[in-house]
């Protein structure tokens, strides 16, 4: 299966004006807030908040998808997953960027319409959806940030974890890992992995290290999410060679599972 089914339609995952309509189909029955913070080849980069988000409820949660744009299922499993939510959900503060490079989602490809890979920049402001993005997120904390990703190498699903809580990444991979299997190799895009799993036990300052040796200054939205808006971070990757369904699922569960642990989110 390589398109998106919506109800008796079958759409391409990269048809990003399908999922810009189906946003905005989302935002008004829910009365959520959307805004458009930048526009790129006259296609919107846009984010979405929640009644409590909108005026200005902190701690609770952010999720992004579609930085690289051929990783065509999280856009869709966010979406799927913010249609799922109930009123009770409502309660906790909640701000989306359902996809942060249309135009790559467009073409099918990594990166942006410059050809940069907005993953390796989120401390860059001369990028203007970059710039825009930083201003958004200005006087705003989380209680947690969610990345979703996929990888084209990888045979199974795997986690980064960040975080200045109690650790949950084995949890959430548990939760997921009968829809698609965990990754088995202990090297993942060039670090090591242990079931699936990477937790960074590392302070802040170590960290900015990492960045700066590994990644040659290149932050990517995860690790700049956690030093200086969340408390805790996670990148959740699905294997892009799979089916796509079975991918968009899996996002899907891991979005539900992980918000469950927001405390702001109603028992
Ligand atoms: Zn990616």
Redesign the pocket.
């Known amino acids: 299966m390589s398109a998106i089914v919506r109800g008796d339609r079958l759409r391409s995952g990269h048809d990003f004006h399908f999922l810009v309509e189906e946003w905005d189909r989302l935002c008004e029955d829910r009365g959520w807030k959307k805004t458009v913070i930048a526009e790129v080849d006259e296609l919107p980069v846009f984010a979405v908040e929640n009644g409590i988000a909108s005026e200005g409820g902190k701690d609770g949660i952010y999720v992004s998808a579609g930085?690289?744009g051929?990783?065509c299922a999280p856009p869709w499993a966010l979406l799927e997953w913010a249609e799922s939510l109930t009123e009770a959900d409502e309660g906790r503060p909640m701000l989306l960027f359902p996809c942060l490079n249309p135009v790559g989602i467009v073409d099918n490809t990594?990166m942006d319409q410059d050809g940069v890979d907005l993953?390796r920049n989120f401390q860059n402001p001369d990028i203007p959806v970059i710039g825009a993005w930083q201003e958004f997120l200005e006087g705003r904390s989380f209680q947690m940030a969610v990345?979703l990703?996929?990888?084209y190498d990888a045979t199974g699903i795997y986690l980064y974890e960040l975080a200045r809580s109690e650790p949950i990444g084995d949890k959430l991979l548990s939760a997921c890992e009968d829809l698609i299997r965990r990754e088995t190799s202990d090297l993942v895009d060039g670090s090591d992995f242990q079931n699936g799993l990477m937790q960074r036990e590392v302070d802040d300052e170590s960290l900015r290290e990492v960045v700066e040796r590994d990644l040659e200054g290149g932050w990517p939205e995860a690790i700049w999410l956690y030093l200086h808006y969340s408390k805790d971070s996670f990148t959740f990757?699905t294997p892009s060679e799979m089916a796509l369904d079975k991918r968009v699922a899996t996002h899907r569960r891991f979005l539900e599972v992980v918000s469950k642990r927001c405390t702001h989110c109603p028992e």
């Open positions: 930085v690289h051929d990783e990594r993953n990345n990703h996929e990888d990757e």
